[in-house]
């Protein structure tokens, strides 16, 4: 089966613009997630989808971060305006439905630099 | 405060020998326990988990050990190969609820030495 599929790869950007990033999980696949991976440290869960409603933002920068799943399938995540400290691997996973035993798979994330 | 931590930055380990990566958990509310593998450029790839009703789950040359009241979860990789040198991440989660995004370790760098 095709995997988690993210584009663009690598992203550059100067601080204060617009960036966004594209997910399309594996088919079937109900629950998407967004991770951030700041180097040297482990990802760290950013937002969750069930389908097409918000289950998890806890975690996500509301003032600069957003993330939309608008038909339950692929999803955007945006950063408005972009900090340094955003730099990072942006990483989608999904798997079949949250709350169970179904790992998550990965895509290859995207990798932000912010000049 | 980290939750789930991995106390070895790097382990290097010779060929053909037992790979033993380390991890302990704070939150005892985290009831199921995964390993990913990374290599660089690459997202994370799932290996194995362990449901916290069990303490041990083995899948070909990786078994992965939880000791509940220690807080503490082991992965041993027999025998090591040199395709296993990558990055390991421990990652827990609460089941149940609908909200279950993994919290991860800083993840243990693992070199196999020819």
């Known amino acids: 089966e095709a995997g988690v599929a993210q584009s663009p790869r690598y992203k550059i950007i100067e601080k204060r613009q617009s960036v966004a990033f594209w997910c399309n999980p594996i088919s079937g696949h109900a629950t998407l997630y967004w991770y951030q991976q700041i180097l040297g440290q482990g990802p760290k869960l950013l937002i969750q989808?069930?389908?097409?409603?918000?289950?998890?933002d806890s975690q996500l920068p509301k003032d600069r971060f957003s993330a939309e799943r608008l038909k339950g399938v692929d999803s955007t995540l945006k950063i408005q305006p972009a900090k340094l400290e955003d730099s990072a691997v942006y990483l989608c996973?999904?798997?079949?439905?949250?709350?169970?035993?179904?790992?998550?798979?990965f895509g290859d994330g995207t990798r932000l630099s912010i000049l | 405060d980290q939750q789930v931590k991995q106390n070895s930055p790097s382990l290097s380990v010779q060929e053909g020998r037992i790979s033993i990566l380390n991890c302990d958990y704070t939150?005892?509310?985290?009831?199921?326990f995964l390993w990913y593998k990374k290599y660089p450029a690459e997202g994370p790839t799932f290996l194995i988990s362990i449901s916290s009703i069990k303490d041990k789950n083995e899948d070909g040359r990786f078994t992965v050990f939880l000791n509940k009241s220690a807080k503490h979860l082991s992965l041993h990789i027999v025998p090591s190969q040199p395709g296993d040198s990558a990055v390991y991440f421990c990652a827990a989660k609460v089941r149940g609820g609908g909200a279950d995004g993994l919290t991860f370790g800083k993840g243990t760098h693992l070199i196999i030495q020819p």
């Open positions: 996973a999904s798997s079949f439905a949250g709350g169970n035993n179904q790992p998550q798979h």
């Open positions: 939150n005892s509310m985290f009831d199921y």
């Open positions: 989808f069930q389908n097409n409603g918000v289950v998890d």
